[in-house]
């Protein structure tokens, strides 16, 4: 009984510690890599958006002929960049595990969750996706000028893997669909640094200014409530 009580105040110290940290990182503000001049004017405006769900962020970026230009290697691989309806292209960073062999959570398995839950190797995911029209549940907005689109533009792609030709390795029959892929990424993946700390980290490339740290969604979009006037649900 001493041990089971002992194991239990162990467990409740380590937990409270745990949210003790996702408060401070949250209250906390962590300064951008950079400042940019704020968007509009001569300084241009580019619209990007977070997707969050329980557990992960996406950042979706405008299907502008320079954000095209950038993906092109998309159309090597076989989505179709010229799709009258494309809008948007929604880029995350997750473990290879857990990302691609969950599409849905029904499809989850404890390999998965155990890779997550210690070091997995990271991909990239992208996908096409519509026009973002009016305002939409899990999605919130931010405007960037010129250059901190370009910086949030450089980010994401320094987190691509290259392979021998200097360009993002796909990884071959990974995909939800016949609109995205995953691609090889930089960095090893775990719950402490995983994919929203990653959103996170590319934002402040942008100038955009989060919370210390922010594993979970609801953290990172609070922090930008907190911390970031630009940002818009």
């Known amino acids: 009984m001493a041990a089971l009580r002992s ?17 401070l990182g949250l209250v906390v503000p962590r300064p951008a890599a950079v400042s940019f001049p704020p968007p509009g004017g001569s300084a241009g405006r580019h619209a990007i958006y977070l997707a969050a769900n329980p557990i992960h962020t996406d950042i979706l970026l405008p299907a502008t002929p320079e954000v ?3 993906f092109a290697f998309l159309a090597r691989d076989g989505l179709d960049l010229g799709h009258p309806a494309l809008g948007t292209i929604a880029v995350g960073w997750g473990g290879r595990a857990f990302y691609t062999q969950t599409p849905t959570w029904g499809d989850l398995t404890a390999n998965a969750v155990w890779r997550s839950a210690t070091i997995d190797r ?9 026009r973002v029209e009016g305002d939409r549940p899990g999605l919130v907005r931010l405007d960037l000028g010129d250059a901190a689109f370009a910086a949030l533009l450089e980010a994401v792609a320094d987190s691509f893997e290259p392979g021998p030709d200097g360009t993002p390795q796909p990884i071959p029959d990974a995909a939800y669909g016949a609109f995205d892929h995953f691609y090889e990424a930089r960095g090893p993946f775990n719950l402490l640094l995983g994919c929203n700390t990653w959103t996170a980290a590319a934002l402040r490339a942008a100038g955009v200014r989060t919370g210390l740290w922010t594993p979970l969604p609801p ?3 609070w922090s930008l409530t907190l911390h970031e006037p630009t940002a818009a649900p």
């Open 7 to 23: 194991a239990f105040a162990a467990l409740t110290a380590f937990v409270t510690v745990v949210l003790g940290l996702m408060v």
């Open 68 to 70: 095209l230009e950038r």
């Open 122 to 130: 990271s991909v990239l995911h992208v996908a096409l996706g519509g």
């Open 219 to 221: 953290l990172l979009l």
